[in-house]
Nanobody, 121 residues
């Protein structure tokens, strides 16, 4: 079955960087769209970034453009999110997502990991 396991969260000061990773298994990685979402307490889940694994095309939320970079490692079935110039508003639990439709995933559908906490102070 589809399994997504996130890692790399933590606490960092504003202006700092973190790199999240998502290990994927149970499906044909290069046939799927992979992405990152985040959710803060009391707020709705928010899309962050996606990557189309078969051609590397990416898409970002306006709030993270120029600061976050999503990338893939097809050999390892992994997706990463490099987060630079972090702001307190980036504090959230970050979730890895997968769907065979990028459109549906960008609109909040798909399989999810358990999440990893990012705290920026």
């Amino acid at each position: 079955q589809v399994q997504l396991v996130e890692s790399g969260g933590g606490s960092v000061q504003a202006g700092g960087s973190l790199r999240l990773a998502c290990a994927a298994s149970g499906f044909r990685f290069q046939s799927y769209c992979m992405g990152w979402f985040r959710q803060s307490p009391g707020k709705e889940r928010e899309r962050v970034a996606l990557i189309t694994t078969y051609n590397g095309a990416t898409r970002y939320a306006d709030s993270v453009k120029g600061r976050f970079t999503i990338s893939q490692d097809n050999a390892a079935n992994m997706v990463s999110l490099q987060m630079n110039s972090l702001e307190p508003e980036d504090t959230a639990k970050y979730y890895c997502a997968a769907h065979d439709s990028c459109y549906l995933m960008w609109n909040g559908y798909g399989r999810w990991g358990q999440g990893t906490q990012v705290t920026v102070s």
